[in-house]
């Protein structure tokens, strides 16, 4: 039976909401088994971009994202003690009315579900620092007074350019709030979970060499 006190007390990451989606196993090896996870060629390359990205934004305008006049944070360190949750945001942008957190990817692909829950979760960190402590750690500078809800964020494809508006639903919310449950119950029961239909997914994978039932 899982140990529910010790299950609630369970840190975890906005990396581990989107790892799960993926394939809860790699975060079931990342917490359960006592393994150094190697650093990757791509994970440094993937770092590289983050912060090339970083200097190239700071020189263009908001127009990619339809908006004129935004203060833009980047690298912003969230968290959340409700949640249980943290993660370091590559970018912020806060206009009089919203705050706006935006996430850059290396792929060349549209949006996947992984990632769009990736967003939702640093959505609902950003609302949390924002407005849930009682004296906000992320201000944004002037009188800005942005929406109490996050309604809305961006994921940037940085080798097509190309910006995808996702729009931050209740559902969305609520879905992110159950993986948590699910990955601290796994965590807590130390139950290996079932290894990802999609195939494809194992192939560039560190952990490969741990899934013996992968073929
Ligand atoms: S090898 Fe495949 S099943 Fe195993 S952790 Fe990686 S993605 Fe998941």
Redesign the pocket.
């Known amino acids: 039976m899982t140990d529910r006190p010790a299950a609630q007390g369970i840190e975890l990451t906005v990396t581990d909401v989107k790892q799960y989606i993926?394939?809860?196993?790699?975060v079931?090896?990342t917490y359960c088994m006592a393994l150094i996870r190697p650093t990757t060629t791509k994970m440094e390359l993937g770092k590289q971009s983050h912060a090339c990205e970083e200097g190239l934004q700071k020189r263009r305008t908001l127009v990619k994202y339809q908006l004129i006049k935004g203060e833009r944070r980047f690298n912003l360190r969230l968290r959340s003690e409700r949640l249980g949750l943290s993660g370091m945001l590559d970018m912020a942008i806060f206009t009089r009315r919203e705050a706006i957190p935006v996430e850059f990817k290396m792929s060349t692909k549209g949006p996947s579900l992984n990632h769009k829950y990736q967003l939702a979760a640093y959505a609902m960190l950003l609302e949390d620092e924002l407005f849930i402590r009682g004296k906000p750690r992320v201000i944004c500078q002037g009188s800005l007074k942005p929406r109490r809800y996050v309604r809305r964020g961006f994921i940037h494809y940085i080798p097509t350019r190309r910006v995808h508006e996702i729009e931050i639903t209740p559902n969305m919310r609520e879905y992110v709030k159950r993986i948590l449950t699910d990955i601290r119950e796994m965590v807590a029961s130390e139950s290996i979970p079932e290894?990802?239909r999609r195939?494809n997914?194992?192939r560039d994978?560190?952990?490969?060499r741990?899934?013996a039932d992968?073929t």
């Open positions: 993926y394939c809860p196993r790699v079931y090896f290894a990802t195939k997914r194992c994978c560190e952990f490969a741990f899934c992968i």
